[in-house]
């Protein structure tokens, strides 16, 4: 019987003044994590080294040039730059912010190459990351330029019980209102539906919809935004048949354990639904980039610059990230593998020779008329 081929799994280094490295190191500790998948790391040999002394973590990883020289059963380094960088853990730093977007740039170009199945990226500054290339908030929507093929990406951040996604996403407190419309929601709200369906093998989810209001507005005495825009919206998605619900306040949907009976939940911006998440699920928590073709996740958590190079950072996070993409992977396979090579029209195809069969048979009155006796004559009428 043919074995099953393992699943590639590239994952960026993110900032190397950060606790990439040791996340990922942590991760790959359990030797059955390479049995899991085939793991290729993008990054620098000469950094990882020193994470790896400074940490004094024993991970063992094989050096290679290029994707194609992945192996099964190890972790795979690919040197993709041959800079020097110097590391300075714990501190910020255009270097470290730049070896950090080589690292997600040579992933990109190697994806468009079929090099690997799945991306997983640790945790990244946005500020230092930025150059005339890397222009963005953040590394969902330069994936969306640079792989989405005009989809539109979805933010989810999610564990085993909780999956959040976001109207809006890294805005400023002051934008957001402005941001939040009918069509917003709507185009979210389909994206998160399709994400369960497809990615999660939910047959037929049930979406919270979250109020921008405190009190979900107070029938319009703190904001209008819920009348005039969240309701209507939550009305047309029940017209197209997603089962959407509410208006709901935040604080009092997240303090009830409301979230519970629903498999997904769409807040309107950044903080209402991250805040609440994390509370809930930090160590666990995934962040899973949904909508393109890509599947991409990471660990819910950032550089963490305040414990760099201490080990004490958890990796429960990134080997649910790791987790997480595989199982997405395996259930996209799943659902479209049915619908990649349909059923010819074998009705239409059936029908039409029964069609013809049939009007070769003998007419209804035809079918009772008896044959003539052979060799016997005609009885003779009487006259």
Not at 23 to 30: G, L, S, T, W
Not at 117 to 145: C, M
Request: proline letters at 6%.
């Amino acid at each position: 019987m043919e074995q099953e081929r393992k699943i590639r799994v590239a994952i960026t280094q993110g900032d190397t003044n950060g606790v990439g490295y040791e996340v990922i190191f942590k991760a790959f500790e359990d030797p059955m994590m390479v049995e899991l998948c085939t793991p290729i790391i993008y990054g620098s040999p000469k950094v990882a080294s020193y994470h790896r002394k400074a940490l004094n973590i024993e991970t063992n990883y094989s050096v290679i040039n290029n994707a194609q020289e992945a192996r099964d059963g190890r972790l795979n380094l690919l040197a993709y730059d041959n800079d020097e960088v110097n590391v300075t853990l714990g501190s910020p730093s255009a270097e470290a912010g730049q070896a950090a977007f080589k690292a997600l740039d040579r992933a990109m170009t190697d994806f468009r190459s079929g090099l690997y199945d799945v991306l997983v990226t640790a945790p990244i500054n946005k500020s230092t990351i930025q150059n005339p290339d890397f222009h963005f908030p953040g590394h969902t929507e330069y994936i969306q330029t640079s792989l989405g093929e005009g989809k539109k990406a979805l933010m989810i951040l999610m564990n085993e019980t909780l999956r959040v996604a976001l109207v809006t996403t890294h805005l400023p407190i002051k934008d957001v209102a402005k941001a939040i419309s009918k069509e917003a929601i709507i185009e979210r709200a389909k994206i998160f539906h399709e994400a369960l369906r497809r990615d999660f093998r939910i047959s037929c989810p049930r979406i919270a919809v979250l109020a921008l209001n405190p009190h979900a507005g107070d029938d319009g005495l703190l904001g209008s935004e819920e009348k005039d825009v969240i309701i209507p919206a939550i009305n047309e998605l029940a017209a197209q048949g997603i089962q959407a619900f509410g208006p709901y306040a935040a604080d009092g949907f997240f303090g009830a354990g409301t979230y519970e009976r629903f498999d997904g939940v769409l807040a309107m911006y950044h903080d209402q639904g991250l805040a609440p998440f994390k509370t809930i699920a930090l160590e666990s928590g995934v962040n899973y980039t949904a909508g393109l073709p890509i599947v991409r996740t990471s660990p819910d958590h950032g550089t963490a610059y305040d414990i760099a190079g201490q080990s004490r950072a958890d990796a429960n996070s990134l080997r649910q990230a790791i987790y997480t993409a595989i199982d997405v992977f395996r259930n996209r396979q799943n659902y479209d593998e049915p619908l990649q090579n349909p059923l010819p029209k074998l009705f239409h195809e059936k029908r039409e020779d029964s069609d013809k069969a049939r009007f070769a048979q003998p007419r209804p009155k035809d079918i009772f008329k008896r044959e003539k006796p052979a060799g016997k004559p005609e009885k003779a009428q009487e006259s």
